[in-house]
């Protein structure tokens, strides 16, 4: 069973389109994450949630949203898409327990042309 | 805020053989944990190892090993017995103890490639 899905896994998309990617975690964790990994491999948190605090990297453009209808999911939202939004966005969660790791979903790579 | 370098772009090791990676941080807490992560051309990314900042005892999981050297920022990774699954991009990784903000902080990387 997966622990972390995300979907599509690939997303082509024009410039200025609004996107979403969505994540599910079926591990019961309370803790969600979205990482970007831009063309030169380098990871960088976006967003960390869980029930009670969203938490953003302020260099997040506020184009980029979270969204979690439940505990188990969170979505994000791209509105007007740019050229540099291209990378892949990963997906993941934690207990709330801070010692735990942090189990990743298998990454969706978005391109904008 | 915490930093993770990884000064080696890349790195390659004869199957069987051993090989280190190197990764050296920042920071000014006293209580954190440290990762490696495995990223194969899946591009899944893989726990391999983790350490607790206030064990000294050095993580191991099977062939993998760390050097963790605290007072030196130092967290490298050896690799014993090289085989031509481990080649991937591997990844340092630090998270803070405190705060409730709980995410990864990531090296840059190091791309391994396992020689036949």
């Known amino acids: 069973d997966t622990a972390v899905s995300q979907t599509p896994k690939y997303l082509v998309t024009q410039m200025g389109n609004d996107k979403s990617i969505k994540c599910e975690q079926n591990l019961g964790h309370d803790t969600m994450y979205w990482y970007k990994q831009d063309s030169k491999k380098f990871l960088k948190i976006m967003f960390s949630y869980n029930n009670k605090e969203l938490i953003i990297n302020e260099t997040v453009p506020n184009r980029f949203s979270p969204k979690s209808p439940d505990k188990a999911h969170l979505n994000l939202h791209i509105n007007s898409l740019e050229l540099g939004d291209s990378a892949v966005y990963f997906c993941?969660?934690?207990?709330?327990?801070?010692?735990?790791?942090?189990?990743f979903g298998p990454g969706t790579r978005l391109l904008v042309l | 805020a915490q930093t993770v370098t990884q000064s080696q772009p890349e790195m390659s090791v004869q199957e069987a053989e051993t090989v280190t990676l190197s990764c050296t941080y920042d920071t000014s807490e006293s209580d954190y944990y440290l990762f490696w992560y495995k990223q194969p051309p899946s591009r899944q990314m893989i726990l391999v190892i983790r350490?607790?900042?206030?064990?000294?005892q050095n993580a191991t999981e099977n062939r993998f090993s760390v050097n963790f050297q605290k007072a030196a920022k130092s967290f490298s990774l050896k690799i014993s017995d090289s085989q031509l699954g481990d080649a991937a991009m591997y990844f340092c990784a630090y998270r803070s103890f405190s705060g409730s903000a709980r995410q990864l902080t990531f090296g840059s990387g190091t791309q391994l490639t396992v020689l036949p």
């Open positions: 993941a969660s934690s207990p709330q327990v801070i010692a735990e790791t942090q189990y």
């Open positions: 350490q607790e900042a206030y064990k000294q």
